[in-house]
Structure formats: C-alpha cells, structure tokens
C-alpha cells in the first residue's frame, strides 16, 4: 500500500519547531539521537518492516517503537481492530469486555499469572508491582542491577540504562537521596554481589526487581544459573521477586522470559507488545498478591485510561495473529542470522565485537566479548558506534540511536531485509574506522 508522502517542512523545520515548544524537541530522550551526534528521524508513517520519514525515504526499521512492534508498522489485523473499535467509541471509563478478554489472554499465555491489573505506560507497571510487593512484605528496600532500565519512576532512577545511560546522566536529579537510598544496585549476573545485600539487608528486602533480559544496557542475558540464583534468594529471604518483561514479554518466547528460561517470578510487568503501539502495559501475577490491589484490597492504584478499549483491541489483535501464526522460532532464527551476520562482518575487518540474540531481541557490542554486566557494555567506543550508527542511517537502517538499547526484530522483515542490513553495516563498518570523520554534524543539538 503505497502512498505519496505528505507534503511538509524539511525535517529541520520541524525539529526547530519542536525545540521551540518541548524539551529537547521530543517525548521521550532517547529519541533525540543526541549519543550519535545527529539530528533525530522525523516519523511520517510506518509500513511492515519500514518507518519512513517527512520527505518519504523509507529506513528498515529495528526499533519498532523500542518492541512493540512485533508484527511490524501498521499490521493489518492490530489496524482494522483498533479502526473499528474507535468507531464504538475512545474511551468509556467503565469496565468493558475486551479488558476482559485481553487479561484472560495474558493470564493463559504467562507462567504464574492469575490475575492482570492494566496500566498505561511500563513505568506505571513497575512502580505498581513494586508497590504491592512492599505492601506485601512489609519491607521497602529492593534491589535492582546497574544498567537495567525500569521506567522513570523515582526508585528506579538508580545506575540506570536505556536513556539514563545514553545520555550519561548522574541518577536523576529530583529523586530524595530518602528516596533513591531503598534502592540498592549491584552488577547485573553477579550473584555474589546479591548474596552481600542479602546477608546485610535480607530482613529488609522486600523485592528484587529485574530484566530476565537485560534489553537497556545492549541486550544481556542471564548468565546460566542466574535468575534460578534469584529465585532461591528470594525464597530464603521472604522477598518477592519481579520480572521487568516489559520488552521480554511476548518476545523471548511465547510466554515471555518465565517459560524461556524456567524460572517463575512472583510478580511479572508487561508492556510494549502487549499493547501493539498503544499505551498498554500491566502488572500480574498470583491472585494472593493481586487481589491485594484496591479496590478488592487496599493498595492503591489507578488510571483514568487504564484498559483504554482501543488499547486493549491492539493488544487482543496482536497476540491473536501471535496465537495464530507462531512466528517465534521463525523470529529467533532470523534474529541469530542478523547478529551471527554482523559478528562475522565485523570480524572480516578485524573488528572486536560479540552480541547474541534472545528471541527477537538482539544486541550487538563493538568490544571484546563477552559482556556479562553494564561495565561490560560501557567498554565499547562511544565515539566510534555514532560514526557507525550515522553511516548505517545514511544507507537506510534505522537502529537504537544509542549504544545501550536491545535492537528488534518483527514478523515483516524478510530474509532479503536482513541481507541488506547485513550489507549496511559492513560499509558502515568501513566508514567508522575512518577517525578522521566527524561524527558530530554542525549544529546537532
Ligand atoms: P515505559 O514507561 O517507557 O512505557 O516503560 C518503561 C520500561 C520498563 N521496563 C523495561 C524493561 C523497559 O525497557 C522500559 C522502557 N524501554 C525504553 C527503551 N529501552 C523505552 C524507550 C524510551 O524511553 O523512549
């Protein structure tokens, strides 16, 4: 389907126009593309594996809206179903059925989910679980790891990745050091580091909170026995622990991170697929710890848009096409020949660099691997991944614009999409090794 490209200002126009009226020109940080030193993509449209910008240029597209864009842009069955419950009404501030039915959908796809409270941003999911496992407990520490990323919310601003990291910000200002102190960080896969909080803090930990995944540092894995090693901390210490699927959920398998890897959370935060594009996200697991929730019991929590109807069709319709066509061997397959491809590329031209991929995640260091933990991702070449990042731009592919950010990949990308990737980033390759050119255009914010 394709169509003339609106006619509008030059991209510039509009990014000046935006840094007049919101910060930094954008919504979110990270998609300022400040890390790499140049002037952020305009979106005009989207279309399967493509986003395409004002004047019309097309890039392949790895972002897919930081994950949600399993099915790729504009997926047909998401499209029509949310068209037509738009044309029911926006929003109804009451219960529904479809809230209904996309809550009984998560609860059959996701290990140890008996009951789904939505919300509208992954923030809200994890700021809300960590609520109702402090309430649960009786305790107000927890424990995160460095580099993982788990919305914006106050206690978790804290050695942060994703955009926290990308722009190398201190743990944010505006967070009360009374605050930011219940949370304690160690390295991601160091379970000697989490033995020491809890040996001096055990009593006092009310959750462990983590990506199965580490998607906002690069992406990471878990080392072998390291989320079984939270598990049985928590167990011996009466901590609940939470899986951040935000971007795992419906991605690093059918049943998110819990069914890939075995290991079953108390509390589970969804997000991004599960609302196929719309705000959507939620927080879930055993009825004992939900029904703790008001109105049924007294920990708060609430949202005016929360189970939006056009949201919850999104999310019905693109877990439906997941149901109905199985697309996840077929997505890490795919994605393994993406970043194999990008190893061997680099490795043709002596380049250090190791990645893996996790279902249709993937992530792909310019380092000497492997990289276990946040540090790890940090000793890659800032410098030289925005000479890389702008010159696979130029040649139309559009990843993460930062250097810790898991890479994505959808049901629309095709075998000869990811041959031209793989194409793109050998010439790219080329050109950051060449120090002498600027990464930095004339007046990039
Ligand atoms: P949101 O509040 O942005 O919907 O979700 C926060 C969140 C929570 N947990 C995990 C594991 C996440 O990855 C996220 C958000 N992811 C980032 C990208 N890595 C969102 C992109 C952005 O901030 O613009």
Same mark, same amino acid.
């Given at each position: 389907?394709?169509r003339?490209?609106r006619?509008?200002?030059?991209?510039?126009?509009?990014?000046?126009?935006?840094r007049?009226?919101?910060?930094?020109?954008?919504s979110?940080?990270?998609?300022?593309?400040?890390?790499?030193?140049?002037e952020?993509?305009?979106?005009?449209?989207?279309?399967g594996?493509?986003? +395409?910008?004002?004047?019309?240029?097309? %890039?392949l597209?790895?972002?897919?809206?930081?994950?949600?864009?399993?099915?790729?842009?504009?997926a047909?069955?998401?499209?029509?179903?949310?068209a037509?419950a738009?044309?029911?009404?926006m929003?109804?501030?009451?219960?529904h059925?479809?809230?209904?039915e996309l809550?009984?959908r998560v609860?059959?796809?996701?290990?140890?989910v008996?009951m789904?409270r939505?919300?509208?941003?992954?923030t809200e999911?994890?700021?809300?679980?960590?609520?109702?496992?402090?309430?649960?407990?009786g305790?107000?520490?927890?424990?995160k790891?460095?580099?993982?990323y788990?919305?914006?919310a106050?206690?978790?601003?804290?050695?942060a990745?994703?955009?926290?990291?990308t722009l190398?910000?201190?743990d944010?200002p505006?967070v009360p050091?009374?605050?930011?102190g219940?949370?304690?960080?160690?390295? =991601?896969?160091?379970l000697?580091a989490?033995d020491t909080?809890?040996?001096e803090h055990?009593s006092?930990l009310?959750?462990?909170?983590?990506?199965?995944? &580490?998607?906002n540092a690069?992406?990471i894995?878990?080392?072998e026995?390291?989320?079984?090693?939270?598990?049985?901390?928590?167990?011996r210490?009466?901590?609940?622990l939470?899986?951040?699927?935000?971007?795992?959920?419906f991605r690093?398998?059918?049943g998110?991170?819990q069914?890939? =890897?075995?290991?079953?959370a108390d509390?589970v935060t969804?997000?991004?697929?599960?609302?196929?594009?719309l705000?959507?996200a939620? =927080? &879930?697991g055993r009825?004992?710890?939900?029904r703790?929730?008001?109105?049924?019991g007294s920990? %708060?929590?609430?949202g005016?848009l929360s189970?939006?109807p056009?949201?919850?069709? &999104?999310?019905?319709?693109?877990?439906?096409e997941?149901?109905r066509?199985d697309?996840?061997?077929?997505?890490?397959?795919? &994605?393994?020949?993406?970043v194999?491809g990008i190893l061997?590329?680099?490795?043709?031209r002596g380049?250090?660099?190791?990645?893996t991929?996790?279902g249709?995640?993937w992530?792909?260091f310019?380092?000497?691997?492997?990289?276990f933990d946040?540090?790890?991702?940090?000793?890659?070449?800032p410098?030289?991944?925005?000479? %890389?990042y702008?010159a696979?731009f130029e040649?139309?592919? +559009?990843f993460?614009?930062?250097?810790f950010?898991?890479?994505?990949?959808?049901?629309?990308?095709?075998?000869?999409?990811?041959a031209?990737?793989?194409?793109?980033?050998?010439e790219?390759?080329?050109?950051?090794?060449?120090e002498?050119?600027?990464?930095r255009?004339?007046?990039?914010?």
């Open positions: 389907m394709s003339e490209p006619r509008s200002p030059v991209a510039s126009d509009w990014i000046r126009r935006a007049d009226v919101m910060p930094g020109g954008v979110s940080p990270v998609r300022a593309f400040r890390s790499v030193g140049m952020p993509l305009f979106a005009a449209r989207g279309e594996a493509r986003i +395409f910008n004002e004047a019309g240029r097309g %890039y597209d790895y972002v897919l809206s930081w994950g949600p864009l399993i099915l790729g842009h504009a047909p069955p998401v499209v029509e179903a949310v037509r738009a044309r029911d009404g929003s109804f501030g009451a219960c059925a479809r809230e209904v809550a009984e609860a059959a796809w996701v290990p140890g008996e789904v939505f919300v509208n941003s992954g999911a994890t700021m809300s679980a960590v609520r109702l496992a402090r309430a649960a407990t305790r107000d520490l927890i424990l790891f460095e580099g993982c788990h919305g914006h106050d206690p978790f601003l804290v050695v990745g994703s955009g926290v990291a190398s910000l201190p944010s505006g050091a009374v605050t930011s219940l949370t304690l960080a160690v390295p =991601y896969n160091d000697e989490v909080v809890f040996a055990g006092r009310g959750a462990v909170i983590v990506e199965p995944v &580490a998607g690069g992406l894995p878990p080392r026995g390291f989320l079984e090693g939270l598990r049985e901390r928590c167990d210490a009466g901590t609940l939470i899986f951040d699927e935000v971007m795992t959920g690093v398998a059918r998110g991170a069914e890939r =890897y075995g290991v079953g509390l969804l997000g991004k697929v599960l609302g196929a594009g705000p959507v939620a =927080y &879930a009825a004992d710890l939900m703790r929730v008001a109105p049924e920990v %708060y929590q609430a005016t189970g939006n056009l949201g919850m069709a &999104a999310g019905i319709a693109q877990l439906d997941l149901e066509t697309p996840f061997a077929d997505l890490e397959r795919r &994605a393994a020949t993406l194999d061997a590329v680099a490795s043709a380049l250090p660099a190791c990645g991929a996790a249709s995640m992530g792909v310019f380092t000497e691997g492997p990289v946040f540090e790890g991702a940090r000793r890659a070449d410098e030289f991944f925005a000479r %890389y702008r696979c040649r139309g592919v +559009f993460a614009p930062s250097a950010e898991a890479g994505f990949l959808s049901t629309a990308h095709t075998d000869a999409d990811i031209r990737t793989l194409e793109v980033v050998g790219a390759l080329d050109e950051a090794q060449d002498s050119w600027d990464a255009p004339e007046g990039a914010g």
